[in-house]
């Protein structure tokens, strides 16, 4: 292995999440709360990818992301990669995409939906409808996160997927 | 078992409004029942709204409910920090349908999400309101025999107006033309044309109105101006008097028009209109008692049938 080349401790059981746009990998490392993790974290930021130029990444000991985590990773960023490794092995590999319904991840933006006013679980579905392709038919660049839009199942509301706010 | 509540009628089909407006159109001929005897109406506005309060009751009691509730947060626990689910709950074990206003959007639905009672929605903010749809709907099928094919001219305030947005999205399949005549400061929201065009109504928007303007109509949907809805005063000043209907401008309109208004009206409809034979608003209103004997039927699971062979008529 030549000196260049970075060397991280192969994991023995834990999850690798790739392809994280640089500029998100702090907010996923809060939004995960590694950095109050008592295991093995390793995290790169920075690093050379054939995909998109610069990426960052996070190998994490012992810790299998659930369900609801890796909604809220979809959200945060779209079309990240998550590998699951057990005895040395990947067991599961895949790109995560945004579910159909997200189930008490995002807060509703209008301060007059009942999910702000009430203890209660927000639910929001995900649109994909071509909105945006029919309004700028020659933008072929536009990648999920430009398109989805999500709609809150109690008031109505669509908000795009690049302003919303976790709950 | 089977929710029947009515917290939206935007997705329901051609059958099942033909189905509501038939049974409106019963109680129109015999309002007075005893069908609903021994049943009891709760009608929780957390937030006032006389008329449409007065609807639903009075609905209830021609039909031979008897009516609970209260008209004013301010005196119930929702004042003391009760949840909605927990007042909701409450309510649950007294009444047999609950017909509720409230201020905040999506309130009807989430209610409906925490109780086996039937939900009638009488308004969630700026959300929904399907009585009032309803009854649009019924007095447009009334007085034009037909849903289908009509030139609907909806004026004035269409970017707040909740009722026109309804009513756009429930008239959709019954192939309207619309004509949007608004203001620039309240034109329809591009989420609406979007829809139009999603959808394949066709529309027309116009800035002026008057005789020409107006004259292919079969409905004018009218709305309030209101002055609380501009950013910019002067604005507000220019176009405050540009979308008043007055009598001498239904000269050269259709003989079937007829003018629709959600009420309470200000000064967007001139007195001298009222004698016309086109102004329909007032009938409109009535019109909504009986879509709002429908409802709570629809919701209690009485049909249309039902409703055909009653033997509990007042006459």
Redesign the interface.
Known sequence: MSKEQLMVAALENGSVIDHIPTDKLFTIVKLLELDKFSEPVFIGNNLDSQIMSRKGLIKVANKFLNEKEISKLAVVCPNIRLTVIKNFEVVEKREIGLPETLSDIVKCPNPVCITNNEPMKTVFYVERHNYIHQMFPYEHELNEQDNAKLKCRYCGKEVDLKEIKLK | MENRSIVSIADYSKTQIKTLLDMASEFEKYPNRELLKGKVVATLFFEPSTRTRLSFETAANRLGARVIGFTDPKVTSSSKGE???DTIKMVSNYADVIVMR??????A??ASEVTDVPIINAG????LHPSQTMLDLYSIYKTQGTLNNLNIYMVGDLKYGRTVHSLLMSMRKYHPTFHFISPKELEMPE?YK?YCKHNDVKYVEQRDFNEDTIADADILYMTRVQRERFTDLMEYERVKDAYILRADMLTKCKDNMKILHPLPRVNEIEYDVDDSKHAYYFEQAQNGLYAREALICQTLGITLNDIKNDKTIIK
Do not use: P, R, V
């Open positions: 949840t909605l689910k409230h201020k905040l959007e999506g309130a639905l989430y969630d903010g700026s959300n989420e979007f």
